[in-house]
T-cell receptor
Framework: NAGVTQTPKFRILKIGQSMTLQCAQD?????MYWYRQDPGMGLKLIYY???????DKGEVPNGYNVSRSTTEDFPLRLELAAPSQTSVYFC??????????FGPGTRLLVL | QKEVEQNSGPLSVPEGAIASLNCTYS??????FFWYRQYSGKSPELIMS????GDKEDGRFTAQLNKASQYVSLLIRDSQPSDSATYLC??????????FGAGTTVTVRA
């Protein structure tokens, strides 16, 4: 049981490039989330999903897109990367209103 | 007003002492409360959850909730160097999302 996995662990992007951050969970959780964490700050919700085919915006969705075609996978797409998107990105999953389980994170640097 | 506020820290305590972390929240309808621990460069991991007023103990950790005062705290007894981390308070407003505080960094001095 791998829990929540994320790839890549670290990536450097040039301004204007695009990329997809991958997230997968094997716990059969319906709810999945994407957060970003800037230095010294808490977690800010980017997007979340309550099940396959259903996604919704969080606090800071601008510059990002998501899709949820399966229960297991919840990729985050960055279009036209900007320096403001330099951050650590965490994916999480849960059964609902209870504990969220986090992946190991993806560290992104946009130069 | 931020949804979830934590004492800013950093908090430095000697080994064996009690570390006290505080968190206040703005939404009176909040239902569930969580404390996550995050080591430097790692992901958050849940250490305590609390849903009703009063104290909840788990080993060296005690969470305290006072919904009337909109306040939740975490006590770490007999602090160990391995407790050195950032502690995040998270609040659920009876939906599927959590609001996180900025975290309090704790350093336990040997």
């Amino acid at each position: 049981n791998a829990g929540v996995t994320q790839t890549p662990k670290f990536r450097i992007l040039k301004i204007g490039q695009s990329m997809t951050l991958q997230c997968a969970q094997d716990m059969n959780h319906n709810y999945m989330y994407w957060y970003r964490q800037d230095p010294g700050m808490g977690l800010k919700l980017i997007y979340y999903s309550v099940g396959a085919g259903i996604t919704d915006k969080g606090e800071v969705p601008n510059g990002y897109n998501v899709s949820r075609s399966t229960t297991e996978d919840f990729p985050l797409r960055l279009e036209l990367a900007a320096p403001s998107q330099t951050s650590v990105y965490f994916c999480a999953s849960s059964t609902g209103k209870e504990t969220q389980y986090f992946g190991p994170g993806t560290r992104l640097l946009v130069l | 007003q931020k949804e979830v506020e934590q004492n800013s820290g950093p908090l430095s305590v000697p080994e064996g002492a009690i570390a006290s972390l505080n968190c206040t929240y703005s939404d009176r309808g909040s239902q569930s409360f969580f404390w996550y621990r995050q080591y430097s460069g790692k992901s958050p991991e849940l250490i305590m959850s609390i849903y009703s007023n009063g104290d909840k103990e788990d080993g060296r950790f005690t969470a305290q909730l006072n919904k009337a005062s909109q306040y939740v705290s975490l006590l770490i007894r007999d602090s160990q160097p391995s407790d050195s981390a950032t502690y995040l308070c998270a609040v659920n407003k009876n939906d599927y999302k959590l609001s996180f505080g900025a975290g309090t960094t704790v350093t336990v001095r040997a």
